[in-house]
C-alpha cells in the first residue's frame, strides 16, 4: 500500500523559503494525483496545493505565487517549493493522495489515514 512521508519543515524568518518532501513507498506515486495540505490551530486541514499524475497543478489563492509544487517519479517524490513565506503559512503540512476531475487535480484528500507531517513555523 501507497505509504507517504513528509520532510523539510522547519522555523523561517518571514519572507524566507522552505521545500517539503513528499516520499513515497510500497507503490508508485507516478499514477496518483497529490496534494499538499495544513493543520492548523482549529485542527482542519486546508489544502495548499496539488498536481495532477500529468503534471496539472493547482494552488489555494492564499499561497498563488510564492509556492511551487512539482514531482520527480525517478525519485517518488513531490516536493512544495515555499518562498515569501507569511506567518499565517504556519502550521503542519500533510501530504496525501487526491481526487481527480478529468485532467485536473482537486484538493481534496481521498486518503483515510495520514502521516506525521512536518511543522512550518514563520516567526521573527
Known amino acids: 500500500q501507497l505509504q507517504l512521508v513528509e520532510s523539510g519543515g522547519g522555523l523561517v524568518q518571514p519572507g524566507g523559503s522552505l521545500r517539503l518532501s513528499c516520499a513515497a513507498s510500497?507503490?508508485?506515486?507516478?499514477?496518483?494525483?497529490i496534494g499538499w495540505f495544513r493543520r492548523t490551530p482549529g485542527n482542519s486541514r486546508d489544502g495548499v496545493s496539488c498536481i495532477a499524475d500529468n503534471g496539472n497543478t493547482d494552488y489555494a489563492d492564499s499561497v498563488k505565487g510564492r509556492f511551487t509544487i512539482s514531482r520527480d517519479n525517478g525519485k517518488n517524490t513531490v516536493y512544495l517549493q515555499m518562498n515569501s513565506l507569511k506567518p499565517e503559512d504556519t502550521g503542519v503540512y500533510y501530504c496525501?493522495?487526491?481526487?481527480?476531475?478529468?485532467?485536473?487535480?482537486?484538493?481534496?484528500?481521498?486518503?483515510?489515514?495520514w502521516g506525521q507531517g512536518t511543522q512550518v513555523t514563520v516567526s521573527s
Open positions: 496525501a493522495v487526491t481526487m481527480r476531475r478529468y485532467h485536473n487535480c482537486i484538493m481534496t484528500p481521498i486518503q483515510d489515514s
Open positions: 510500497g507503490s508508485t506515486l507516478a499514477a496518483h494525483s
